[in-house]
């Protein structure tokens, strides 16, 4: 109970709760599209979704400062590659931030003379961008653990140990594909965080890719990928051990 209590009290926190119900309804609204007799069902699930997204803007509303913040602290970050990649992430968050919290603004009637649409496809462009500079960022820390990894003398005996142990799978796959799905795995064991992150950005990276016709899907899978980066998302703030850093 405290734990739910210190997590609800946290803005950030009933942002992910908002989140995950904003996108379960997309999910469950698209699913009984075609129920004639889930009409009214229907409805008061899209009615449920538009207020978590209008909630959610609000609890937005001081991140472009939070944002700008993180950018001039990831200034100092060692790691040229990772310095750009955070710093080009929370850029590109404060903008979208911005944009969000002008449609915000728009939608209750304090700003008119904007264009929403135009406003709202540079809000996702920079969503877009943030959520590319992030996955690069995965990556590349990634491919460091696996680096560090395969230079470890006990790592090296136990690849040779697996691929021993399983010759029908290394000759049907390729043992070059094996050793390295092994070696992805062992390295991302002892990090789940950079495989949780990993996992949300490429989620969360579907629901852009479809606003801006780049790769588009459907509402379910907007929906479902959604939840799942909004549940993934929760897990980070209830286990701050499971948060990337950098």
């Not at 390729?174 to 390295?180: E, G, I, S």
């Not at 579907?206 to 509402?219: E, R, S, V, W």
Request: hydrophobic content about 40%; aromatic content about 10%.
């Amino acid at each position: 109970m405290e734990t739910f209590i210190s997590f609800s009290n946290q803005s950030q926190g009933r942002d992910r709760i908002f989140r995950a119900t904003q996108y379960a309804c997309a999910l469950a609204k698209y699913l009984l599209r075609n129920e004639a007799k889930r009409k009214e069902l229907v409805k008061k699930l899209q009615f449920l979704e538009s207020n978590m997204s209008s909630g959610r803007k609000l609890f937005r509303l001081g991140n472009t400062v939070n944002s700008i913040h993180a950018a001039k602290s990831t200034l100092h970050i060692s790691d040229p590659i990772l310095r750009f990649c955070l710093t080009f992430t929370n850029l590109n968050r404060a903008l979208y931030f911005i944009c969000d919290n002008v449609l915000w603004a728009r939608s209750i009637g304090l700003i008119q003379d904007i264009d929403k649409e135009r406003w709202s496809l540079n809000s996702t462009r920079f969503y877009f961008l943030s959520l590319v500079t992030n996955l690069t960022r995965d990556v590349y820390v990634i491919i460091q653990l696996m680096v560090q990894k395969s230079r470890e003398r006990h790592f090296k005996q136990k690849m040779e140990q697996h691929l021993n142990e399983s010759p029908d799978v290394a000759c049907v796959i390729v043992p070059q594909l094996d050793a390295f799905l092994f070696l992805l795995l062992e390295s991302l064991r002892n990090e789940p965080s950079v495989a949780l992150d990993t996992v949300k950005n490429v989620c969360d990276l579907f629901i852009p890719l479809d606003k801006l016709g780049i790769y588009q899907t459907n509402a379910g899978v907007v929906g479902f990928c959604g939840l799942v980066s909004s549940i993934l998302g929760i897990l980070s703030v209830l286990r701050p051990g499971l948060k990337i850093k950098p």
